[in-house]
């Protein structure tokens, strides 16, 4: 017999009134982001039907209402309060003893994710550039496996050979153990958002995207402790709009990128739209310009060149053999990294340091040039040049990998 808990647990709550404010809100009236979000909370806890959460998905995106700021704020909210919870006191201690404050760079959690669905199948760029900058950041990476692309982040990671980060023994609960040996870790989403299993069998039917698509970026677990990220999306629309939604969400420093390809990524191709939010003088606001390759004073590299398309276990291959530096220092997809590492070292503040002193191999000469926006791009990108020939980002990788195993074999 079941138990009374499991019978309030699984009883449906018809929203029906709102699934009508959607479909006539010229009639009906429009309805708020409160009420949107109170009612995508149901979803993680099995209280909405399936056709109740399909129609709920499907008019969101036909009304548009899942590109208002309010409503992918309110919604993250949601899914970050279902999900399981980190001791953010651990966290932020950890942040102390383990971070290396420099510029005006804190020392605290950075994170760097795309929205996906651009339909270019580049490398796994911002994957490989969250272990790059754990050489100096401390990197929360949160990811999934592959939704519209044949190598998610979880993918790749868990092809690397011979020995890959054992990415399912990283919990809520024993986040701060891993981040006490190491400056990254990887987040796999379902082992921190279970409440997802209810939604994950009617987005498969629907077949197209809605706001899950939209809300990786803002789900992080431990988004509350985030001092900076960087975060790509597939449309030039969507960029003012998450960056406004970051700004809401308390975001203080954070870059939102699209190639003008259409691409979630800072792009090797060309020019890259960038819509930065920035705290100056105790107020949070958005600044607008253009970045392109030879503001970090690299040339410019057809995206054919880094779009392989390839498997988990071929582009696992690249990525490691990046942090090996094994790739030839003008290589396409190693210059495509580094200007997506580069991007997030800038965000964070440290490249705001007039002096340097990063490890073995700093000969310590900062570039001060600055390019749009004011920032030191090409510092940006030396830093990111010394994780990988210093060995340092490789290093990172490897304590992942080492602390994942140890878990493993504690259980």
């Known amino acids: ?41 149901l979803i993680f806890k099995d209280q909405l039907s399936p056709v109740q959460v399909a129609s709920f998905l499907v008019l969101l995106h036909m009304s548009e209402r899942d590109w208002d700021p309010e409503v992918i704020v309110r919604c993250a909210e949601q899914m970050r309060l279902a999900a399981l919870q980190t001791d953010r006191d651990a966290l932020r201690a950890i942040a102390k003893e383990r971070g290396r404050p420099e510029g005006s760079y804190q020392g605290g959690f950075c994170d760097i994710v795309g929205t996906g669905g651009d339909n270019h199948s580049t490398f796994n760029i911002s994957t490989t550039a969250s272990i790059i900058t754990s050489s100096l950041l401390i990197l929360s990476k949160h990811g999934n496996r592959a939704q519209t692309s044949k190598s998610g982040s979880a993918d790749v990671l868990e092809a690397i050979a011979p020995s890959p980060p054992k990415i399912h023994n990283v919990f809520a609960s024993n986040l701060p153990q891993v981040y006490r040996k ?5 987040l796999f989403a379902p082992n921190f958002h279970p409440g997802m299993k209810y939604a994950a069998p009617m987005r498969r039917e629907l077949g197209v995207r809605t706001i899950f698509n939209l809300l990786g970026p803002l789900a992080n677990p431990i988004e509350d402790v985030l001092e900076a990220r ?76 880094v779009c392989p398309g390839r498997l988990p276990n071929e582009n696992a291959k690249i990525l490691m053999d990046l942090l090996a ?87």
Request: proline share 4%.
């Open 182 to 186: 190491t400056n990254y870790a990887f």
């Open 230 to 305: 960087v975060v790509g999306v597939a449309q030039t629309g969507l960029g003012p709009i998450f960056a406004e939604a970051l700004r809401l969400a308390g975001a203080k420093k954070a870059l939102v990128v699209c190639g003008e390809e259409e691409l979630d990524e800072i792009s090797c191709a060309g020019p890259t739209n960038c819509w930065r939010v920035v705290e100056r003088n105790g107020i949070v606001g958005i600044e607008q310009f253009k970045i392109s390759p030879n503001d970090f004073g690299l040339p410019i590299h057809a995206l054919t060149s």
């Open 1 to 41: 017999m079941a138990s009374n808990s499991d019978t309030a647990a699984s009883e449906k709550i018809p929203i029906t009134p709102l699934l009508k404010q959607l479909a006539y809100f010229r009639t009906e009236g429009r309805a708020t982001a409160d009420q949107i979000a109170a009612a995508f909370a």
């Open 325 to 411: 530096n094994r790739r030839d220092r003008d290589d396409p997809i190693q210059h495509f990294v580094q200007m997506n590492a580069a991007a997030l070292f800038v965000i964070s503040g440290i490249c705001d340091a007039d002096t340097s002193n990063m490890g073995p191999g700093d000969d310590g000469k900062v570039i001060k040039d600055v390019g749009p926006g004011g920032l030191r791009w090409k510092e940006g990108l030396r830093r990111a040049r010394w994780a990988i020939e210093s060995g340092e980002a490789l290093k990172s990788l490897q304590g992942f990998i080492n602390v994942t195993q140890d878990l493993e074999q504690s259980t």
